[in-house]
């Protein structure tokens, strides 16, 4: 047999065996048939051995520094070769020095981190933080919004993902964040946009009684549902009405941050301090299971005499802690934040508006760093999406084919209901980001039909 049938039979092994042992994540299980990755190097991904995408996905918008780092992985090779599980009631030299590192990145005032092994279980443990510091009940979340598929974490999201797990956590409510673009309040300008949001979030405070609210739980920059970037004014406003109310923030940075706005979080671009803040994802770009809540001063102080009713057995787990320490150094000595920022202002933003002009199916591009949305539409003036909310099957064609259209050009987009986003590693060259960008351009040329229907 050959290097290459070899190889063959062991793709399709993984395949099978994916398909007979493995249950996936969101998804009917006989409809199941993987693409296996078989090599991934910087921005590239290779799948069944023989064909080569460049990646606008960042997989699930985590893959922050790359594929393969080799600096990275040397990091975690090495780990590999200290004390390799440490329970969280002893310290551990990776886990202490990435809370250190972690906490000198945010916002001043933020003190500790509890660790967790993924973004919903710091969600999850945040609004529990949160309800105990304040000894309130309520907790109020955005709708188009995700937060995780743990009990809380789903029944604080505001998207169709909740539907399946209701009835979920008691005292959960939600309200409607700004998007200027598809305005529930029916605004013309960003300004109204933020005013009205703000009127609509003060009237849901007071008829649900601020004194019955520990927290406004809020993704940054909303990820999955549209990229959504507050217009000005509106988080500094939320965070008004929390300190009137002695309610606490806690932002959602799972996706938005780790440079993905180009700044180490995304609340750097608004001024705002969070009293409690989730992560996960970028931090290590997913190469080892981590993520955690960055608490305020206030909130640690709650538990310095009263035990935390909370903990992971892996909380804190060196070997992720250490992939983490050594991914904020590659961040810092390789310039990866100011990357972003480049991509972002100098290509993405530029390059996109381009599109939209060219493009009868575009309605609208926005975004920060190297987390951009390209919205699609049937009709740019009544802003008609171009398949439905929340759209299945054949309503969902349209978008079907766009991403056939990607991947037929050697790209692999991110798909979330009428829009493709524009996420691919921070580390992604100029040269690579111009040429996803062409091919982007192309396959929209594939469904601008849809539009001149």
Same mark, same amino acid.
């Given at each position: 047999?050959?290097?290459?049938?070899?190889?063959?039979?062991?793709?399709?092994?993984?395949?099978?065996?994916?398909?007979?042992?493995?249950?996936?994540?969101?998804?009917?299980?006989?409809?199941?048939?993987?693409?296996?990755?078989?090599?991934?190097?910087?921005?590239?991904?290779?799948?069944?051995?023989?064909?080569? /995408?460049?990646?606008?996905?960042?997989?699930?918008?985590?893959?922050?520094?790359?594929?393969?780092?080799?600096? #990275?992985?040397? +990091?975690?090779?090495?780990?590999?070769?200290?004390?390799?599980?440490?329970?969280?009631?002893?310290?551990?030299?990776?886990?202490?020095?990435?809370?250190?590192?972690?906490? =000198? &990145?945010?916002?001043?005032?933020? =003190?500790?981190?509890?660790?967790?092994?993924?973004?919903? $279980?710091?969600?999850?443990? +945040?609004?529990?933080?949160?309800?105990?510091?304040?000894?309130?009940?309520?907790?109020?979340?955005? /709708?188009?919004?995700?937060?995780?598929?743990?009990?809380?974490?789903?029944?604080?999201?505001?998207?169709?993902?909740?539907?399946?797990?209701?009835?979920?956590?008691?005292?959960? %409510?939600?309200?409607?964040?700004?998007?200027? /673009?598809?305005?529930?309040?029916?605004?013309?300008?960003?300004?109204? =946009?933020?005013?009205?949001?703000?009127?609509?979030?003060?009237?849901?405070?007071?008829?649900?009684?601020?004194?019955?609210?520990?927290?406004? !739980?809020?993704?940054?920059?909303?990820?999955?549902?549209?990229? #959504?970037?507050?217009?000005?004014? /509106? &988080?500094?406003?939320?965070?008004? &009405?929390?300190?009137?109310?002695?309610?606490? #923030?806690?932002?959602?940075?799972?996706?938005?941050?780790?440079?993905?706005?180009? $700044?180490?979080?995304?609340?750097?671009?608004?001024?705002?301090?969070?009293?409690?803040?989730?992560?996960?994802?970028?931090?290590?770009?997913?190469?080892?299971?981590?993520?955690?809540?960055?608490?305020?001063?206030?909130? %640690?102080?709650?538990?310095?005499?009263?035990?935390?009713?909370?903990?992971?057995?892996?909380?804190?787990?060196?070997?992720?802690? +250490?992939?983490?320490?050594?991914?904020?150094?590659?961040?810092?000595?390789?310039?990866?934040?100011?990357? +972003?920022?480049?991509?972002? $202002?100098?290509?993405?933003?530029?390059?996109?508006?381009?599109?939209?002009?060219?493009?009868?199916? !575009?309605?609208?591009?926005?975004?920060?760093?190297?987390?951009?949305?390209? =919205?699609?539409?049937?009709?740019?003036?009544?802003?008609?999406?171009?398949?439905?909310?929340?759209?299945?099957?054949?309503?969902?064609?349209?978008?079907?084919?766009?991403?056939?259209?990607?991947?037929?050009?050697?790209? #692999?987009?991110?798909?979330?209901?009428?829009?493709?986003?524009?996420?691919?590693?921070?580390?992604?060259?100029?040269? $690579?980001?111009?040429?996803?960008?062409?091919?982007?351009?192309?396959?929209?040329?594939?469904?601008?039909?849809?539009?001149?229907?």
């Amino acid at each position: 047999m050959t290097d290459a049938t070899v190889n063959a039979a062991a793709i399709e092994r993984a395949r099978s065996d994916s398909k007979e042992y493995v249950f996936t994540s969101w998804s009917a299980q006989d409809s199941v048939n993987p693409a296996v990755v078989t090599a991934a190097q910087g921005s590239r991904v290779t799948l069944d051995g023989d064909a080569t /995408y460049l990646d606008f996905a960042s997989q699930l918008v985590n893959v922050n520094i790359g594929y393969q780092h080799p600096r #990275l992985v040397e +990091a975690i090779k090495a780990a590999c070769d200290e004390v390799l599980t440490v329970s969280p009631a002893n310290a551990a030299a990776s886990r202490s020095e990435a809370a250190r590192l972690i906490v =000198e &990145l945010a916002p001043e005032g933020m =003190e500790r981190v509890f660790f967790t092994n993924g973004g919903a $279980e710091a969600v999850e443990n +945040a609004m529990r933080m949160a309800r105990l510091h304040t000894g309130r009940q309520k907790v109020l979340a955005a /709708y188009r919004s995700y937060h995780g598929a743990t009990a809380g974490a789903i029944t604080l999201t505001g998207e169709p993902r909740r539907w399946g797990s209701e009835p979920g956590y008691p005292g959960i %409510v939600h309200f409607w964040g700004p998007y200027p /673009y598809r305005s529930p309040f029916h605004s013309t300008s960003q300004e109204e =946009e933020t005013q009205r949001a703000l009127e609509h979030l003060a009237d849901t405070i007071m008829v649900e009684g601020g004194h019955t609210i520990a927290a406004i !739980v809020l993704e940054t920059v909303v990820g999955t549902n549209g990229i #959504l970037v507050p217009p000005p004014g /509106y &988080l500094q406003g939320v965070r008004a &009405l929390c300190d009137e109310q002695g309610i606490l #923030l806690i932002c959602d940075e799972v996706m938005a941050g780790f440079g993905r706005c180009g $700044e180490w979080f995304a609340v750097d671009h608004f001024g705002v301090r969070p009293d409690l803040m989730a992560f996960a994802k970028g931090v290590n770009s997913g190469y080892v299971p981590i993520g955690g809540v960055i608490m305020s001063g206030d909130v %640690v102080d709650s538990f310095r005499t009263r035990p935390y009713p909370g903990g992971l057995t892996y909380s804190g787990h060196p070997l992720a802690c +250490a992939s983490v320490v050594a991914s904020i150094e590659i961040f810092k000595s390789e310039g990866v934040i100011e990357h +972003a920022r480049h991509l972002g $202002e100098d290509i993405i933003g530029p390059e996109l508006a381009k599109i939209a002009d060219r493009h009868p199916v !575009v309605g609208d591009v926005r975004g920060l760093g190297v987390f951009w949305a390209v =919205e699609l539409v049937r009709d740019k003036e009544t802003r008609e999406p171009l398949v439905p909310f929340n759209a299945s099957g054949a309503a969902a064609a349209p978008m079907a084919e766009f991403a056939a259209a990607c991947k037929a050009r050697g790209l #692999l987009p991110f798909i979330a209901g009428n829009r493709t986003h524009v996420v691919p590693p921070l580390t992604i060259t100029d040269a $690579e980001l111009t040429e996803g960008l062409s091919i982007l351009d192309d396959a929209l040329g594939t469904i601008d039909h849809y539009a001149d229907a």
